[in-house]
């Protein structure tokens, strides 16, 4: 049996990447793997012209991870409109921290 690898991935402005990132863990031939990933940012980004090209670019992160309809990937949406980020409790830190509690 080929041991189980734990992945938390904080995602901001990630959807470029996260093909290739897929492609790689799919690849694996050594460890099965599950990952967590935390698509994050403040909810008040929504209401930011400046930032709202972040939040957009988020969500096609969590509509591209959804459509795959892997078992092993797993979303936390701390970004959409409502569930993002409150307060100073937010960033990479943060994202990592709520991926690695629910692993």
């Avoid at 940012?41 to 309809?69: F, H, M, V, Y």
């Avoid at 990592?96 to 509690?101: C, H, N, S, Y």
Wanted: glycine share 6%.
């Amino acid at each position: 049996m080929r041991p189980k690898v734990y992945i938390a991935i904080p995602v901001l402005n990630e959807i470029d990447n996260l093909p290739n990132l897929i492609k790689d863990l799919n690849a694996q031939q050594v460890v099965n793997w599950e990952a967590v990933f935390c698509i994050n940012q403040p909810d008040e980004w929504w209401g930011n012209n400046e930032k709202r090209a972040l939040c957009e670019n988020n969500q096609a992160s969590i509509n591209w991870l959804t459509a795959l309809d892997h078992e092993n990937i797993h979303i936390i949406d701390k970004s959409s409109p409502g569930k993002g980020w409150i307060g100073k409790n937010h960033g990479v830190g943060w994202a990592r921290k709520t991926a690695m509690d629910t692993v």
